[in-house]
């Protein structure tokens, strides 16, 4: 938080595109653990769903005749499944990524078990089976 560049996660409201800054905002105006919970479950959805397809839109646009089966196989915009698309639309895009290649960063070392955790928790708690808290 000490480097210049720091936004404060309040601030990304106003920078944010609309279908990430809405469900954000209610995140952080959620009082109670399990709104709380609830909440950053919406906004996890909304950044792997817009990160998803606009890594599946650049993959189609790479593609020498623009056709892929993968979008067919996904057919639930919930964490684990946008998840396994982002990951498997990252993958066979390979290096031939611009648009995505920010995303790149989520797939690393660094942060991939994070992410992987996380998932399966909110997994957890979207089917009850941990607690919000």
């Not at 404060?8 to 959620?30: F, Q, V």
């Not at 390979?94 to 070392?109: H, M």
């Not at 942060?111 to 997994?123: H, K, R, V």
Request: proline letters at 5%; charged letters at 25%; a neutral charge.
């Amino acid at each position: 938080s000490s480097d210049k560049s720091w936004t404060s996660i309040s601030d990304l409201c106003t920078n944010l595109p609309y279908p990430l800054a809405e469900p954000l905002r209610r995140y952080l105006g959620a009082s109670d653990p399990e709104k709380s919970a609830k909440r950053a479950l919406e906004f996890i959805e909304a950044a792997l769903a817009m990160a998803s397809y606009i890594s599946f839109l650049e993959l189609c646009s790479v593609r020498r005749n623009g056709q892929t089966r993968l979008f067919k196989s996904f057919t639930q915009r919930s964490v684990g499944p946008l998840w396994g698309f982002f990951k498997e639309c990252m993958k066979l895009l390979g290096n031939k990524g611009t648009i995505s290649a920010p995303f790149e960063a989520l797939l690393s070392a660094e942060f991939f078990q994070y992410i992987e955790n996380t998932i399966d928790m909110l997994n957890d708690f979207k089917h009850d089976k941990a607690d919000p808290t």
